[in-house]
């Protein structure tokens, strides 16, 4: 009933090493069907490369296992809060990508420099508050979830479709898990922009909104015309 599920998310599972997301068993991607409300997660700290379609595990919203022998990913519960909060996203992603953990761990949010961070976004890459010790004591995972949403709150996600968590790393999402990917490798190329930016000028003025509003439109909207159509 889910293998063409487990394809989608172990094909996106193996695109964080290929992509250079994360080292030996860090990061996870997940594959939500709206259909049935599951969704199919790598399973935990099992390396990329003894990975099998069967080896997802399908779970529900509420971190019930559905299908699979194996323990599903530690971070299953934030996934699921993020597909209980915004039920048009099909997949999501979770890195441990240098530059964007940078960024979480120095709680900053990345601002938005050039074009590049433009073609995808048109406001800086949100960062969440450090979590309490009373969340930390709470459910862990759970309580990630809970931050991204709040952060997310009056924003659109599926305009913003990254965040860098404070001092933990990024997670991003997308219509797919393969879009998930992308956005996590993306969001690894724009942080490491935004560092070196800095470190050349530490007084780099963000881009004009006129040129933000050109490169994001030309790719996005009614008036896209970037690509082949």
Same mark, same amino acid.
């Given at each position: 009933?889910?293998?063409?599920?487990?394809?989608?998310?172990?094909?996106?599972?193996?695109?964080?090493?290929?992509?250079?997301?994360?080292?030996?068993?860090?990061?996870?991607?997940? $594959?939500?069907? +709206?259909?049935?409300?599951?969704?199919?997660?790598?399973?935990?700290?099992?390396?990329?490369?003894?990975?099998?379609?069967?080896?997802?595990?399908?779970?529900?919203?509420?971190?019930?296992?559905?299908?699979?022998?194996?323990?599903?990913?530690?971070?299953?519960?934030?996934? $699921?809060?993020?597909?209980?909060?915004?039920?048009?996203?099909?997949?999501?992603?979770?890195?441990?990508?240098?530059? +964007?953990? $940078?960024?979480?761990?120095?709680?900053?949010?990345?601002?938005?420099?050039?074009?590049?961070?433009?073609?995808?976004?048109?406001?800086?890459?949100?960062?969440?508050?450090?979590?309490?010790?009373?969340?930390?004591?709470?459910?862990?995972?759970?309580?990630?979830?809970?931050?991204?949403?709040?952060?997310?709150?009056?924003?659109?996600?599926?305009?913003?479709?990254?965040?860098?968590?404070?001092?933990?790393?990024?997670?991003?999402?997308?219509?797919?898990?393969?879009?998930?990917?992308?956005?996590?490798?993306?969001?690894?190329?724009?942080?490491?922009?935004?560092?070196?930016?800095?470190?050349?000028?530490?007084?780099?003025?963000?881009?004009?909104?006129?040129?933000?509003?050109?490169?994001?439109?030309?790719?996005?909207?009614?008036?896209?015309?970037?690509?082949?159509?």
């Amino acid at each position: 009933m889910y293998t063409e599920l487990k394809r989608e998310a172990y094909e996106a599972n193996l695109e964080i090493p290929k992509q250079g997301l994360a080292i030996y068993t860090f990061g996870n991607v997940s $594959a939500f069907d +709206a259909a049935t409300g599951v969704f199919a997660i790598k399973p935990s700290g099992v390396p990329y490369e003894s990975l099998l379609p069967e080896s997802m595990v399908v779970v529900d919203l509420d971190g019930r296992v559905v299908e699979g022998s194996a323990r599903p990913s530690s971070d299953t519960k934030t996934h $699921a809060v993020l597909y209980r909060a915004f039920g048009d996203i099909g997949g999501i992603c979770h890195s441990h990508s240098m530059y +964007a953990v $940078a960024w979480a761990q120095a709680c900053r949010e990345i601002p938005i420099f050039g074009t590049t961070h433009a073609d995808h976004l048109t406001a800086a890459i949100p960062v969440t508050e450090p979590m309490s010790d009373a969340a930390i004591e709470r459910d862990y995972e759970i309580e990630t979830g809970e931050q991204i949403v709040a952060r997310l709150r009056g924003l659109d996600h599926r305009e913003i479709e990254m965040i860098v968590v404070a001092c933990h790393g990024p997670f991003t999402w997308g219509k797919t898990a393969q879009k998930a990917v992308y956005n996590s490798r993306v969001l690894e190329e724009i942080a490491q922009m935004a560092y070196l930016t800095q470190s050349l000028n530490p007084a780099a003025p963000p881009i004009k909104e006129t040129l933000i509003a050109k490169h994001y439109l030309r790719k996005h909207g009614t008036g896209a015309y970037y690509g082949q159509s």
